[in-house]
């Protein structure tokens, strides 16, 4: 039985007891935060499950990290990286225990750097990327990482377009710290179906032109071109990643719907058509669906 999947929405309302008034206005929900103040709030350990977001840790002392199905020590200086489709937790917090965290949506880096994060060796499912840091690099990544609250609290323009580099500085610096080896191996075949499903996905994006078209919308479509049953496909996507093959293609298509709204000048119509939705209105009903607002709402805020 696959796991639940936790929103980064309940993340933030369980921190913060709401959501923040620019929630809906920040592509990707980034935030970063300080291990010390949740060691001063009493923080409990997370529940074991899957996230519907990706996170990024530097950890400072010693504890025991559960991820998937692996129970990983660590001690001093660790960074570590954690993919939505792998449950997690770690032991409770303790005294001394310092460092940082930030947690966000692919779509934060997708709709501008169009950087495919599922694709790197660091947010890997069935090899935790757990990096042990000498104090050089610790004093690297702990520089990074102030760098990023300190812009976050700040009223630059372009604040969230530094953060993203910041944060690229942070991956390709845990990149260089070991091989990739045979990371990108996969341990059965439904994980390999669901890795040639994803790289099909992500072939289509970004869409760069109104002559441009999203194709592959159903379950079906992807089943017929990759020469297996869409059921098969199905039960592979469930096992892999707790999702429907749907809801997979349904949130890539919001992220991208999203980037289109806010980065082009091409009207709801020419979205709605270069998106493979047959008409403007499906477009409307399908994008408030997803997130509650109209694309023209969206547009404004």
């Not at 936790?6 to 008034?21: H, M, P, Q």
């Not at 350990?45 to 020590?73: A, C, E, W």
């Not at 005294?95 to 660091?122: H, I, M, Q, S, W």
């Not at 403007?280 to 607002?293: D, E, G, I, L, S």
Request: glycine residues 4%; neutral net charge.
């Amino acid at each position: 039985m696959a796991k639940a999947t936790a929103s980064l929405e309940a993340f933030y309302r369980d921190k913060f007891g709401t959501l923040s008034d620019d929630f809906q206005k920040n592509i990707g929900q980034f935030n970063a935060f300080r291990i010390e103040d949740r060691v001063r709030t009493g923080a409990t350990s997370p529940t074991f499950v899957r996230r519907d977001f990706f996170k990024i840790m530097l950890y400072r002392g010693d504890n025991i990290f559960h991820y998937g199905d692996q129970s990983i020590p660590v001690s001093g200086n660790t960074l570590l990286f954690f993919h939505p489709q792998a449950p997690y937790t770690y032991e409770p917090l303790t005294a001394g225990t310092g460092g940082y965290f930030c947690v966000f949506r692919d779509e934060f880096f997708r709709e501008n750097l169009r950087l495919e994060l599922g694709k790197l060796p660091l947010f890997t499912i069935s090899a935790p990327p757990v990096f042990s840091l000498d104090k050089e690099k610790a004093e690297e990544v702990t520089a990074i990482f102030e760098k990023i609250i300190r812009e976050l609290h700040s009223d630059y323009a372009y604040k969230y377009e530094l953060i993203r580099a910041y944060v690229s500085e942070l991956i390709y610096l845990a990149m260089k710290l070991r091989p990739a080896g045979n990371r990108y191996a996969h341990p059965d075949a439904a994980s390999r179906i669901t890795a040639v499903f994803t790289e099909l996905l992500e072939r289509q994006f970004p869409i760069e032109s109104v002559s441009q078209r999203f194709e592959l919308r159903s379950p079906k479509a992807f089943a017929d071109r990759l020469s297996v049953h869409v059921n098969s496909l199905n039960r592979a996507i469930k096992k892999t990643t707790g999702h429907t093959t749907t809801d997979l293609i349904f949130e890539r298509l919001t992220a991208e719907a999203k980037a289109l709204l806010k980065h082009t000048t091409w009207n709801i119509a020419e979205i709605s058509y270069v998106l493979g939705f047959e008409d403007q209105a499906h477009f409307n009903n399908f994008f408030r669906k997803q997130t509650t607002m109209s694309p023209s709402d969206f547009r404004q805020v």
